[in-house]
T-cell receptor, first 111, second 108 residues
């Protein structure tokens, strides 16, 4: 158990819909990262937040957005969903950037 | 764009055998991490290496960071079925770049 929690574990929705994925970091970690894992692309960095502020951005689509709240939990919002958005979404947290601990992930299926 | 290439892509061996897998890049990384991931679960951090030439051991697993900090290797001694999984290397800090991974299967 990494100490990072993610909800929900599974999510099935339809194209065009919007979903919110939630992440609670390990106690004391100020940084939260979001990654997408698909069979063809592997694990891809989406975005990083540090103590409530956006710190780094990867290849995150404009339809996707995230935020980190004062209690340090984070949410990833995915809108206008497409079939290709089906993937595993992971949250990670860290105190030091090179040592990230991953949550169990949310498996998103868009039908 | 920094890329990490892992080889071999797939490896199937018998319990008790030794193996070495690789993670290579043309870019210099400030640090490199190795993770193991099982199906449907999140990657689990095995080790972080930060100094060129550094060697770290975790029970039967030995990790080495190349002198130029562009590559890394993972050696497993006397592999066991519990070592089965996807081994991922990742480079950098914060915005981690991941390799595609090595799928290891250890047969009893």
């Amino acid at each position: 158990d990494s100490g990072v929690t993610q909800t929900p574990k599974h999510l099935i929705t339809a194209t065009g819909q919007r979903v919110t994925l939630r992440c609670s970091p390990r106690s004391g970690d100020l940084s939260v990262y979001w990654y997408q894992q698909s069979l063809d692309q592997g694990l891809q960095f989406l975005i990083q937040y540090y103590n409530g502020e956006e710190r780094a951005k990867g290849n995150i689509l404009e339809r996707f957005s995230a935020q980190q709240f004062p209690d340090l939990h984070s949410e990833l919002n995915l809108s206008s969903l497409e079939l290709g958005d089906s993937a595993l979404y992971f949250c990670a947290s860290s105190r030091r950037e090179e040592t990230q601990y991953f949550g169990p992930g949310t498996r998103l299926l868009v039908l | 764009t920094q890329l990490l290439e892992q080889s071999p892509q797939f490896l199937s061996i018998q319990e008790g055998e030794n193996l070495t897998v690789y993670c290579n890049s043309s870019s210099v990384f400030s640090s490199l991490q190795w993770y193991r991931q099982e199906p449907g679960e999140g990657p689990v951090l095995l080790v972080t290496v930060v100094t060129g030439g550094e060697v770290k051991k975790l029970k039967r697993l030995t990790f080495q960071f190349g002198d130029a900090r562009k590559d890394s290797s993972l050696h497993i001694t006397a592999a066991q079925p519990g070592d089965t999984g996807l081994y991922l290397c990742a480079g950098g800090g914060g915005k981690l770049t991941f390799g595609k991974g090595i799928t290891l299967s250890v047969r009893p």
